[in-house]
Protein backbone atom coordinates (compact mmCIF):
# COMPACT_ATOMS: atom_id res chain seq x y z
CA UNK A 1 0.00 0.00 0.00
CA UNK A 2 1.27 3.64 -1.32
CA UNK A 3 -0.72 5.44 0.72
CA UNK A 4 -0.46 7.62 3.39
CA UNK A 5 -0.30 5.70 6.64
CA UNK A 6 -1.86 6.61 10.04
CA UNK A 7 -2.51 4.64 12.98
CA UNK A 8 -3.73 3.85 15.56
CA UNK A 9 -7.30 4.61 13.65
CA UNK A 10 -8.93 4.80 16.63
CA UNK A 11 -8.19 5.69 20.18
CA UNK A 12 -9.46 6.14 23.52
CA UNK A 13 -8.13 8.01 25.93
CA UNK A 14 -9.17 9.16 29.53
CA UNK A 15 -9.25 12.91 30.70
CA UNK A 16 -5.46 13.95 31.29
CA UNK A 17 -4.00 11.21 29.39
CA UNK A 18 -1.33 11.25 26.38
CA UNK A 19 -2.44 10.63 23.23
CA UNK A 20 -0.16 9.98 20.16
CA UNK A 21 -1.22 9.69 16.92
CA UNK A 22 1.42 8.53 14.07
CA UNK A 23 1.67 8.96 10.41
CA UNK A 24 3.54 7.40 7.04
CA UNK A 25 3.51 9.93 4.19
CA UNK A 26 3.58 8.57 0.86
CA UNK A 27 7.06 6.96 -0.63
CA UNK A 28 8.68 10.16 -1.79
CA UNK A 29 6.47 12.34 -0.41
CA UNK A 30 8.56 14.88 2.03
CA UNK A 31 6.06 17.31 3.19
CA UNK A 32 3.73 16.02 5.89
CA UNK A 33 0.26 18.20 7.50
CA UNK A 34 -2.08 17.13 9.73
CA UNK A 35 -5.61 18.23 10.08
CA UNK A 36 -8.21 18.22 12.51
CA UNK A 37 -11.97 17.62 11.82
CA UNK A 38 -14.83 18.32 14.12
CA UNK A 39 -18.14 16.98 13.71
CA UNK A 40 -20.11 18.60 11.21
CA UNK A 41 -17.14 20.98 9.84
CA UNK A 42 -14.56 20.89 7.59
CA UNK A 43 -10.66 20.02 8.12
CA UNK A 44 -8.67 22.86 10.01
CA UNK A 45 -4.77 22.85 9.32
CA UNK A 46 -2.66 22.58 12.16
CA UNK A 47 0.78 21.90 11.24
CA UNK A 48 3.11 21.28 8.19
CA UNK A 49 6.43 19.44 8.84
CA UNK A 50 9.43 18.85 6.50
CA UNK A 51 12.13 15.98 7.51
CA UNK A 52 13.37 17.47 10.88
CA UNK A 53 11.37 20.95 10.69
CA UNK A 54 8.54 22.56 11.63
CA UNK A 55 7.77 24.52 8.72
CA UNK A 56 4.56 26.65 9.33
CA UNK A 57 2.25 25.28 13.12
CA UNK A 58 -0.09 28.37 13.19
CA UNK A 59 -2.44 26.19 13.38
CA UNK A 60 -2.01 24.57 16.38
CA UNK A 61 -3.34 25.07 20.05
CA UNK A 62 -0.28 26.77 21.40
CA UNK A 63 -0.66 24.32 24.45
CA UNK A 64 -0.70 20.64 25.00
CA UNK A 65 0.00 20.41 21.30
CA UNK A 66 3.15 19.32 19.59
CA UNK A 67 4.56 17.63 16.12
CA UNK A 68 7.25 16.27 15.01
CA UNK A 69 8.82 14.66 11.60
CA UNK A 70 11.80 13.31 12.47
CA UNK A 71 14.95 12.17 10.28
CA UNK A 72 13.78 8.46 10.37
CA UNK A 73 10.37 7.28 11.09
CA UNK A 74 6.75 8.91 11.08
CA UNK A 75 5.70 12.02 11.79
CA UNK A 76 3.89 12.38 15.30
CA UNK A 77 1.49 14.63 16.88
CA UNK A 78 0.96 14.58 20.58
CA UNK A 79 -1.53 15.75 22.32
CA UNK A 80 -0.48 15.82 26.67
CA UNK A 81 -3.32 16.12 29.05
CA UNK A 82 -6.02 15.50 26.75
CA UNK A 83 -9.51 16.84 27.00
CA UNK A 84 -12.86 16.42 25.98
CA UNK A 85 -13.03 19.11 23.62
CA UNK A 86 -10.01 17.03 21.47
CA UNK A 87 -12.76 14.61 20.53
CA UNK A 88 -12.18 14.76 16.83
CA UNK A 89 -10.78 13.19 13.71
CA UNK A 90 -7.05 14.03 12.92
CA UNK A 91 -5.97 13.34 9.41
CA UNK A 92 -2.31 13.29 8.28
CA UNK A 93 -1.86 14.10 4.00
CA UNK A 94 1.88 14.30 2.36
CA UNK A 95 2.67 15.69 -0.94
CA UNK A 96 6.04 15.80 -2.88
CA UNK A 97 8.88 18.10 -3.05
CA UNK A 98 7.32 20.39 -6.17
CA UNK A 99 4.58 22.97 -5.37
CA UNK A 100 1.40 22.84 -7.18
CA UNK A 101 0.85 19.13 -5.80
CA UNK A 102 -2.11 18.24 -4.21
CA UNK A 103 -1.40 16.79 -0.64
CA UNK A 104 -2.86 13.12 -0.51
CA UNK A 105 -4.75 11.87 3.00
CA UNK A 106 -4.48 9.01 5.51
CA UNK A 107 -7.92 7.57 6.79
CA UNK A 108 -7.05 9.43 9.93
CA UNK A 109 -7.33 9.03 13.82
CA UNK A 110 -10.62 9.15 15.75
CA UNK A 111 -9.78 10.34 18.84
CA UNK A 112 -12.16 9.98 21.87
CA UNK A 113 -12.03 10.94 25.14
CA UNK A 114 -14.06 9.69 28.08
CA UNK B 1 -14.19 33.80 9.49
CA UNK B 2 -14.43 31.23 7.04
CA UNK B 3 -12.27 31.69 3.72
CA UNK B 4 -14.10 29.03 2.12
CA UNK B 5 -17.59 28.40 1.67
CA UNK B 6 -19.55 26.05 0.40
CA UNK B 7 -23.38 27.30 1.10
CA UNK B 8 -24.94 24.13 0.22
CA UNK B 9 -25.07 21.43 3.02
CA UNK B 10 -26.45 19.22 0.55
CA UNK B 11 -27.38 18.37 -2.74
CA UNK B 12 -29.59 15.71 -4.37
CA UNK B 13 -28.90 14.73 -8.26
CA UNK B 14 -30.59 11.96 -10.29
CA UNK B 15 -28.51 9.42 -11.85
CA UNK B 16 -27.22 10.16 -15.31
CA UNK B 17 -27.71 14.28 -15.00
CA UNK B 18 -25.55 16.76 -13.94
CA UNK B 19 -24.19 17.23 -10.49
CA UNK B 20 -22.83 20.96 -9.88
CA UNK B 21 -21.26 21.47 -6.79
CA UNK B 22 -20.00 25.57 -5.71
CA UNK B 23 -17.33 27.23 -3.28
CA UNK B 24 -16.42 30.64 -2.97
CA UNK B 25 -13.55 32.22 -0.98
CA UNK B 26 -12.75 35.58 0.24
CA UNK B 27 -8.77 35.08 0.40
CA UNK B 28 -7.71 36.50 -2.78
CA UNK B 29 -3.86 35.28 -1.80
CA UNK B 30 -5.31 31.76 -2.83
CA UNK B 31 -4.04 30.41 -6.16
CA UNK B 32 -4.31 26.97 -6.05
CA UNK B 33 -7.60 25.03 -5.46
CA UNK B 34 -8.49 21.32 -5.13
CA UNK B 35 -12.00 19.38 -4.78
CA UNK B 36 -12.09 16.27 -2.29
CA UNK B 37 -14.37 13.86 -2.13
CA UNK B 38 -14.91 11.99 1.52
CA UNK B 39 -16.93 8.81 2.72
CA UNK B 40 -17.66 8.18 5.90
CA UNK B 41 -15.06 6.75 8.01
CA UNK B 42 -12.07 7.36 5.49
CA UNK B 43 -9.35 10.44 4.58
CA UNK B 44 -10.60 12.85 2.08
CA UNK B 45 -9.52 11.27 -1.45
CA UNK B 46 -8.12 14.32 -3.94
CA UNK B 47 -10.27 14.44 -7.21
CA UNK B 48 -9.70 17.45 -9.18
CA UNK B 49 -7.08 20.63 -8.96
CA UNK B 50 -6.80 23.94 -11.04
CA UNK B 51 -4.23 26.52 -10.56
CA UNK B 52 -5.31 30.52 -10.50
CA UNK B 53 -3.96 30.95 -13.99
CA UNK B 54 -6.41 28.30 -15.60
CA UNK B 55 -10.33 29.02 -15.98
CA UNK B 56 -11.12 25.64 -16.34
CA UNK B 57 -9.82 21.83 -16.45
CA UNK B 58 -11.07 18.48 -16.95
CA UNK B 59 -10.39 15.05 -15.61
CA UNK B 60 -12.84 12.64 -16.86
CA UNK B 61 -16.40 12.73 -15.90
CA UNK B 62 -14.86 15.60 -13.21
CA UNK B 63 -14.45 19.41 -14.65
CA UNK B 64 -13.45 22.36 -12.33
CA UNK B 65 -14.34 26.02 -13.46
CA UNK B 66 -12.88 29.09 -11.69
CA UNK B 67 -14.08 32.63 -11.89
CA UNK B 68 -11.59 34.56 -10.24
CA UNK B 69 -13.00 37.87 -10.66
CA UNK B 70 -16.01 36.32 -8.37
CA UNK B 71 -14.19 34.33 -6.44
CA UNK B 72 -15.95 31.36 -7.32
CA UNK B 73 -15.26 27.93 -8.25
CA UNK B 74 -17.39 24.88 -9.07
CA UNK B 75 -16.77 21.18 -9.71
CA UNK B 76 -19.25 19.80 -12.35
CA UNK B 77 -19.79 15.71 -12.63
CA UNK B 78 -21.66 14.71 -15.46
CA UNK B 79 -22.96 11.94 -15.78
CA UNK B 80 -23.58 10.73 -12.03
CA UNK B 81 -23.33 7.99 -10.50
CA UNK B 82 -24.35 6.03 -7.43
CA UNK B 83 -20.68 6.25 -6.48
CA UNK B 84 -20.59 9.62 -6.47
CA UNK B 85 -22.56 10.08 -3.21
CA UNK B 86 -20.57 11.43 -1.02
CA UNK B 87 -19.30 14.61 0.91
CA UNK B 88 -17.23 16.86 -1.31
CA UNK B 89 -14.95 19.15 -0.12
CA UNK B 90 -13.50 21.89 -1.82
CA UNK B 91 -9.96 23.56 -0.27
CA UNK B 92 -7.69 26.46 -1.34
CA UNK B 93 -4.27 27.07 -1.29
CA UNK B 94 -1.77 29.65 -1.94
CA UNK B 95 2.26 29.05 -2.94
CA UNK B 96 3.08 32.76 -3.74
CA UNK B 97 5.34 32.00 -0.75
CA UNK B 98 7.23 29.58 -2.96
CA UNK B 99 6.48 26.63 -0.66
CA UNK B 100 3.19 24.58 0.02
CA UNK B 101 1.02 25.77 3.02
CA UNK B 102 -1.92 24.46 4.65
CA UNK B 103 -5.02 23.80 2.82
CA UNK B 104 -8.22 25.95 3.97
CA UNK B 105 -11.36 23.63 3.36
CA UNK B 106 -14.82 24.41 2.97
CA UNK B 107 -17.73 22.53 4.81
CA UNK B 108 -18.74 20.41 2.94
CA UNK B 109 -21.46 19.49 0.73
CA UNK B 110 -22.80 15.99 0.61
CA UNK B 111 -23.72 15.14 -2.54
CA UNK B 112 -26.70 12.36 -2.72
CA UNK B 113 -27.35 10.64 -6.41
CA UNK B 114 -30.80 9.16 -6.69
CA UNK B 115 -31.50 6.03 -9.16
Known amino acids: NAGVMQNPRHLVRRRGQEARLRCSPM?????VYWYRQLPEEGLKFMVY????????ESGMPKERFSAEFPKEGPSILRIQQVVRGDSAAYFC????????????FGDGTRLSIL | DQQVKQNSPSLSVQEGRISILNCDYTNSMFDYFLWYKKYPAEGPTFLIS?????DKNEDGRFTVFLNKSAKHLSLHIVPSQPGDSAVYFC??????????????FGKGTHLIIQP
Open chain 1, 93 to 104: ASSPRSTGQPQH
Open chain 1, 49 to 56: LQKENIID
Open chain 2, 50 to 54: ISSIK
Open chain 2, 91 to 104: AASSYSGGGADGLT
Open chain 1, 27 to 31: KGHSH
